[in-house]
């Protein structure tokens, strides 16, 4: 995260909120988006329901989505208290509640949710009330003062049987979960200047609003190319007694770039290839709803909706035709499928596969032929054991075991030559998003800048009646490996997408921009160079077709779920890396 000095405070929540909110459109985390101050008074608005089960701390209510609930609401449950008598009939008119308990729902389905009991007097029972924010306390924090003004009748009229209080000499920052229950706080709202957000008593975020924004950028009329500056510096070549250069680190290698084409939709994953052997490229994408082949700047050729158990993570393209695509059952296990487009047709040859799926590039020759099975674990869901595969219809072959480096993960991973001693390391993103590289199970090196990232991941785990998960399995961008400069030293070329606030909420990584890297071998050992420069988009996708590396970058507006994907064509160049000969030492 950059320093206090040169975040404002109003940066620092502007971007949280961002951060947060776009996750969560790909996650499915329950986070709110209010379109409308219509929205925001439903999302608060009391809602009466009935204790339908108990088990421990976790009761069900008959209560779910089709009636506004959403995870992370807050429920009191009552007993009947006293009697209420006419003073003049004598006769029983009702009865006071009493609250016992409190619960945070952790899931939400059609017709009920699940809810975990935060705090109880005693025990609760079946055929109990429950009602949604009612008799309890909320903090309202406006940063700047007056943030919420637009909101506030709106606020007070919907959480009328809550008590809605301000603190004006209390700011976000220096919040804490023992103030919270000092104070006997159950809620708290913090409003800035885009939106507001919602936090439980132990500042975990619950939902996020946002106020009426700007719609997405206007599609340009004509291709747009990113030209560098006048006058900026470029990396002289190698020449002299200092043949290298520190600008490398900091200037791309190929700042400029075409917009080849732009799809309405957001993109979670994209490669090319000559899928039916015609000598001219196919595209393949993936979007949340479905996986796609079309012509290059042509039409749609085929499609493919998963329909069944699990959620498509992402996909693999090999040769002739084969594509891997893994689908996860969360908490359960792998259910991955190999699909064959062949003549116009994008079939399923094989289905319910208990592992990882990945295509590699074994051979050098720049066409991934060799396919991988990493098996699932419940737990780590990485499991230590990887299988060379042979792909069939109805059927795979196992061939041999694949010997890795401990931590290996197929997804984000590549094999290559990078320093020309012809033999082949293993690369692999770690568990911190660090790239690693292993030769003959020796570690040789470990980045210092994070890598990979992705805006869609599904959350994964154990499945509990809590419906916590602390992974998550993210739709990474398969490297790429070439021999860029011709110095039979391979380069790795893969993404980095930045985030400000991985590190806040690791669980929640928001991505805002991204750039191409390529890890290269130099003087120095390895290192990584940037190829593209920072992209104004999460890159969600790589290819190269020719002379020519393809990136998709997504864009849109976080809030809604509307977005568009950009395909864009750049020059394919070798990063700087001073004299071609290899260099000695490590």
């Known amino acids: 995260m950059k320093s206090n000095s040169a975040v404002t405070v109003r940066s620092f929540m502007y971007r949280t909120l961002l951060s947060v909110v776009l996750v969560v459109l790909f996650l499915g985390t329950g986070v709110s988006l209010a379109r409308s101050l219509d929205d925001l008074a439903a999302g608060f608005s009391p809602v009466s ?107 007070r009229s919907a959480l009328a049987e809550a008590e809605l209080v301000t603190s004006p000499g209390v700011s976000w920052r220096e919040l804490n979960p023992t103030f919270l229950s000092r104070e006997g706080i159950d809620l708290v709202l913090v409003a800035d200047e885009n939106g507001l957000r919602v936090y439980n008593a132990n500042l975990e975020l619950l939902q996020a609003y946002t106020w009426p924004v700007t719609g997405l950028p206007s599609r340009p009329s004509a291709p747009v190319t990113s030209l560098p500056a006048q006058g900026q510096l470029r990396p002289s070549g190698p020449s002299g007694p200092y043949p290298y250069s520190t600008l490398r680190y900091q200037l791309p290698a190929a700042p400029q770039f075409r917009r080849v084409a732009r ?31 079309s012509q290059f700047g042509g039409r749609l050729l085929a499609s493919y909706r998963h329909t069944g158990f699990g959620k498509m993570v992402n996909f693999s393209l090999g040769p002739d035709g084969w594509i891997a695509l893994n689908i996860y059952v969360p908490g359960e296990a792998m259910r991955s499928r190999l699909l064959r487009y062949q003549r116009g047709r ?49 059927k795979i072959s196992y061939l041999e075991t694949e010997r890795v480096p401990g931590g290996f993960r197929v997804l984000l991973a590549a094999f290559a030559d990078i320093n020309g001693n ?27 800048t994070k890598v990979g990232g992705s805006i869609y991941a599904l959350a994964a785990g154990p499945k509990t009646m809590k419906a916590v998960y602390k992974k998550t399995i ?40 991204g750039e191409v890297l390529a890890l290269i071998y130099s003087a120095t050992g390895y290192e990584l160079i940037p190829l593209t420069g920072k992209l104004e988009g999460p890159v969600q996708g790589l290819a190269i077709w020719g002379k020519e590396l393809y990136c998709v970058v997504v864009k849109g507006n976080p809030f809604t779920q509307e977005g568009e994907s950009y395909l864009l064509a750049f020059p394919l160049v070798a990063p700087a890396a001073g004299p071609s000969q290899n260099p000695g030492g490590r």
């Open 422 to 448: 012809r033999v082949k390391e293993a690369c692999f993103m770690d568990l911190g998003h660090k790239l690693r590289v292993y030769e003959r199970g020796r570690r040789l090196w470990t980045s210092t």
């Open 263 to 293: 799809l309405p939709a957001v993109v979670t994953d994209f490669e090319m290839g000559d899928l039916d052997a015609d000598g001219r490229p196919e595209v393949v994408y993936m979007t949340p709803q479905g996986l796609y082949v």
């Open 346 to 394: 994008l079939e399923t040859a094989v289905s319910d596969i208990n592992f990882f799926l990945a295509f590699f590039d074994l051979n050098g020759d720049g066409l991934k032929e060799t396919l991988l099975g990493q098996t699932y674990d419940r737990q780590s869901l990485f499991g230590p054991t990887i299988y060379r595969l042979k792909p069939a219809w109805d």
């Open 49 to 155: 329901a009935l204790v339908i089960n108990v088990e421990g701390d976790t009761v069900l209510i008959d209560k779910g989505v089709r009636d506004g609930i959403h995870r992370g609401d807050l429920f009191t449950i009552y007993r009947e208290g006293k009697k209420i008598i006419h003073p003049v009939t004598k006769q029983e008119i009702g009865r006071l509640k009493e609250p016992i308990a409190k619960a945070e729902a952790v899931r939400v389905e059609e017709t009920f949710s699940v809810l975990h009991l935060v705090s109880k007097k005693e025990t609760v029972k079946v055929g109990q009330p429950a009602v949604r924010f009612a008799d309890i306390k909320v903090l309202l924090l406006e940063e700047p003062p007056g943030a919420a003004q637009k909101v506030l009748p709106s606020l």
């Open 474 to 513: 993210s739709a990474e961008v398969e490297p790429l490996v070439r021999d860029l400069n011709g110095d039979g030293r391979q380069e790795v070329i893969l993404v980095r997408n930045i985030s400000s606030h991985r590190d806040i909420l690791p669980n929640l990584p928001a991505y805002e921009s």
